[in-house]
């Protein structure tokens, strides 16, 4: 047996790192970027107008003028309009156009005291200063800035600047393959109704649900008996079509946990089995002969999502080329007592004032319990010293 940090260390180096792929921008959401993506302009590529309004010389304002004749308008998505050299002139403009040329101010519409043949009146309370309204062209971006780097994950923010770059095409980290397996003969599908020594079948769902949040959609997600001869053919056919493979159950050491002999005798490496950890320690990792990576958890559901958060979740973004996000930390609002020699993934509520609080399920197999948790933190093994409140990092479930 092994320690936690021992086994995830040894899972992310050996990890493969995924290839790389292009994809349009429409279908890169939640992908890995792995080439950077530059400004193709300066941004905002011009004097941009800010509100609704009318532009003029903030000049003409401070020597008294507050009734302006309005000489035309410049609306979004047209050239750059140019203000007449009279100061008591303005244009009406719209959010998004150019600022005019010889204007250096906006006044919002919201300032404007009436507007009749004669021009526009504002509001002493306007006092427009030189640049109010106005985002200035490069102040975001200058042309050729790296604006999204690679290891970036896409969300809608990432989408937006990079569609604004002109960036049709992006390179990408190819999804992996994956396939989920829960064993057991007690487990019947969903919705067939379990004689009173059955279950319904809820790990494949549960783990294949985070693995698609998390922007690892699995393409297999099913289950199988406890018979070792049916289960080694099961298991060598998916092995040979996908880059990973994630069991829960059978990987203990009772009579019928055939999951180590099988995965052995198919020609798998074991990186470890058993890990002084709390929940999951007897979670197992294997390299398959093509290198395909197999995790095997325990069949107890809240182990089981817990070693895919703490394990599995990590090593595909590694795979991935992401960047390691910085978790959020949390004071705990009672002390804690880590455990001997175990490293603890503690599930934990987080109160309205920010702080958390244990919300540990009664046990490893009470997976409704875990609908009272937001998230979970990991605790180190106990070193000897007192028990502390000190900032813990806190993980959501996916």
Not at 73 to 88: H, I, M, R, V
Not at 181 to 199: H, N, R
Not at 212 to 238: F, T
Request: charge should be neutral; include cysteine.
């Amino acid at each position: 047996m092994i320690s936690y940090r021992e086994a995830l260390e040894l899972l992310l180096a050996n990890a493969p790192v995924l290839a790389a792929e292009r994809c349009r921008v429409e279908a890169a959401a939640g992908r890995v970027l792995r080439s950077e993506v530059r400004a193709d302009r300066a941004f905002p590529p011009f004097d941009r107008v800010m509100m609704d309004g009318f532009a003029l010389k903030s000049a003409a304002w401070q020597a008294g003028h507050r009734v302006f004749r309005v000489a035309g308008t410049a609306p979004a998505g047209s050239e750059t309009a140019s203000l007449p050299d009279a100061p008591d002139t303005c244009l009406e403009v719209a959010t998004g156009a150019p600022c005019p040329a010889g204007a250096d101010c906006i006044i919002p519409l919201e300032e404007m005291i009436y507007r009749d043949s004669s021009g526009v009146a504002f509001s002493d309370a306007a006092n427009p200063l030189p640049g109010s309204f106005i985002h200035r062209a490069g102040s975001d971006a200058a042309e050729g800035q790296i604006l999204l780097e690679r290891g970036t994950l896409l969300g809608s923010r990432q989408i937006g600047v990079a569609a604004s770059c002109g960036a049709a095409w992006l390179e990408v980290t190819r999804l992996p393959a994956i396939a989920v397996v829960a064993t057991g003969d007690e487990l019947v599908a969903v919705d067939q109704s379990p004689l009173p020594y059955q279950l319904r079948q809820s790990n494949g769902h549960s783990l294949a649900a985070a693995l698609g949040r998390a922007g690892y959609a699995p393409q297999h997600s099913g289950a199988i008996g406890d018979d070792e001869a049916a289960a080694r053919l099961v298991i060598k056919e998916l092995l040979a079509g996908h880059d990973w493979l994630i069991l829960t159950g059978a990987v203990s050491k009772g009579g019928r946990d055939f999951v180590p002999s099988v995965l052995e005798n198919l020609g798998c490496r074991r990186l470890f089995h058993g890990v002084a950890q709390r929940p999951g320690k007897p979670a197992g990792c294997w390299i398959g002969p093509a290198g395909q990576m197999v995790m095997a958890l325990p069949g107890n559901p809240v182990s089981a999502l817990t070693g895919l958060h703490v394990f599995v979740l990590p090593a595909l973004a590694a795979a991935s080329g992401r960047h390691a996000p910085v978790p959020r930390q949390v004071a705990m609002g009672d002390r804690l007592a880590a455990l001997p020699g175990v490293t603890w993934h503690l599930p934990v509520r987080l109160r309205p004032d920010g702080r958390a609080e244990p919300a540990a399920s009664g046990n490893s197999g009470d997976f409704i319990g875990l609908l009272r948790s937001d998230g979970w933190i990991t605790l180190p093994p106990a070193d000897g010293k007192p028990a502390s409140r000190a900032l813990f990092p806190f993980s959501p479930w996916h």
